[in-house]
């Protein structure tokens, strides 16, 4: 921060370091303590969904079996399985079509919606002005705007399906991530003031970073939220072929009463949001581990 009066911060700064390292003397020193995986997977975070998932899933198997349950009404989870492994060779590609919509989509909102973030943190007039378009974007149901959105872009149905899933995903990253813009303490804009830093320089190293922890939480909802427009696209779309999405198939095996299959296909889409979220809540525990409330682990 080369803007800050170069006498002061270098006080400043070795002050805080001698006063850090008189405290790190009085402790007592300890190793870094590293848990092993066997640990990490026996922790209660990861242990009590998984006991809870299996005993769903036995009752889900018993019920089918005591009751005769026919397969075209709810087949049971180990024929779902078996219907996975051998249609794994129709389904797989469809599961990467849909999961490349999804993370254009994504990385479309992530991207456009930080920018336009920092456009409204700009100005008020300016997130007051267009900040009520972007709420009636997310609320306009896109089962309605879908059908009209792939006949405008009817030349390039991959496309429509971006824009579609696009749609859904951006809201939340723009309302979150103003927030945060908006959150940071005015003790520290003043302080800032007070050493003449520019607009630009206020933006980097203090609204950017005090707005990190709300923007990571608008990506883990944004990630599951263009999932669930990708496939509301192509349900609307019907593609079939070589780039027919997993919804494609469900609508396919639902005509057909290949309930296992629809069945298959419903749990990639649902393993693949719950992959979606996890790896997006490791990003943000790794990106804010250091400096967070919310990501350091503390003894007690």
């Not at 198997?61 to 709810?74: A, G, W």
């Given at each position: ?13 070795s002050?805080l ?12 020193r ?6 092993s995986?066997?640990k ?9 969904p ?10 889900w ?14 087949p ?8 996975l492994i051998?249609s ?13 919509v ?11 919606g ?5 456009l409204f ?7 007051r ?6 709420v ?7 089962v ?8 405008w ?8 399906l ?17 927030l945060?813009?908006n959150?940071?303490?005015?003790n ?17 190293y ?18 599951g939220l263009a999932?669930?427009?990708?496939v ?5 779309a019907?593609t ?17 009463l ?9 749990f ?9 979220f ?17 990501a350091?682990?503390r003894?007690?």
């Open positions: 921060m080369g803007w800050l009066n170069p006498p002061t911060s270098i006080n400043l700064f002050n370091s001698k006063v850090k390292r008189s405290g790190d003397q009085d402790k007592p300890t190793l870094p303590n590293h848990p995986l066997i990490r997977t026996l922790s209660p975070n990861i242990l009590a998984a006991v809870v998932g299996v005993f769903a899933i036995a009752a198997e018993i019920f089918v079996r005591v009751t005769n349950m026919p397969p075209y009404l709810l049971g989870p180990i024929l779902v399985f078996q219907t051998s794994w060779g129709e389904l797989f590609p469809s599961l990467l079509v849909t999961l490349k999804t993370l254009i989509a994504f990385i479309i909102a992530a991207i456009s930080l920018l336009i973030s920092v943190a700009q100005s008020k007039w300016i997130e002005s267009f900040f009520p378009y972007a009636i974007l997310q609320t306009t149901p896109i309605a705007i879908a059908p009209l959105i792939i006949m872009l009817k030349n390039d149905t991959f496309l429509a971006i824009v579609c899933a696009w749609i859904v995903a951006f809201f939340p990253i723009v309302s979150n991530t103003t945060g813009l959150s940071v303490d005015h520290l804009i003043n302080l800032f003031h007070l050493y003449r830093a520019s607009r630009w320089q206020t933006l980097i203090l609204r950017l970073p005090s707005a990190m922890p709300y923007f990571l939480g608008g990506l883990k909802i944004s990630g999932l669930i427009g990708a509301v696209a192509e349900f609307v019907g079939g072929g070589s780039q027919s999405g997993l919804a494609y198939q469900i609508l396919i095996a639902s005509y057909n290949q309930i296992p299959r629809m069945f298959a296909a419903l990639m889409i649902t393993l693949t949001g719950v992959l979606v996890v790896c997006l809540t490791w990003l943000s525990d790794f990106l804010l581990r250091e400096w967070h409330e919310s350091i682990k003894e007690n």
